[in-house]
Nanobody, 115 residues
Framework: QVRLVESGGGLVQPGESLRLSCTAS????????MNWYRQAAGKQRELVAN???????NYVESVKGRFTISRDNVRNTVSLQMNSLKPEDTAAYYC?????????WGRGTQVTVSS
């Protein structure tokens, strides 16, 4: 059974940082591309960043230079370091993997950026 558990969200002020983590189980973690999505209230889910099995990374334009995705294939975790947070980064953030022909995601963690 594939399971993804996110953590690390919270309420911060603009310009501050947060680090999100996602721990995966039920898959051979090192083989899969891991994704971070976010969904703001009233908006569609958006792919924020992903990291492939060989460590290549991709980011949505709006977070380039501020967010960094990384993975630890020993601990089966994928992290998202978010710096210089903006109010428009406010959303529920989800860890996602496409495995065995199906998408899986966790319950999400809320990030709120507000002064």
């Amino acid at each position: 059974q594939v399971r993804l558990v996110e953590s690390g969200g919270g309420l911060v002020q603009p310009g501050e940082s947060l680090r999100l983590s996602c721990t995966a189980s039920g898959i051979n973690f090192r083989l899969y591309t891991m994704n971070w999505y976010r969904q703001a209230a009233g908006k569609q889910r958006e792919l924020v960043a992903n990291i492939t099995s060989d460590g290549s990374t991709n980011y949505v334009e709006s977070v380039k230079g501020r967010f960094t995705i990384s993975r630890d294939n020993v601990r089966n975790t994928v992290s998202l370091q978010m710096n210089s947070l903006k109010p428009e980064d406010t959303a529920a953030y989800y860890c996602d993997v496409r495995a065995r022909g199906s998408p899986y995601w966790g319950r999400g963690t809320q990030v709120t950026v507000s002064s």
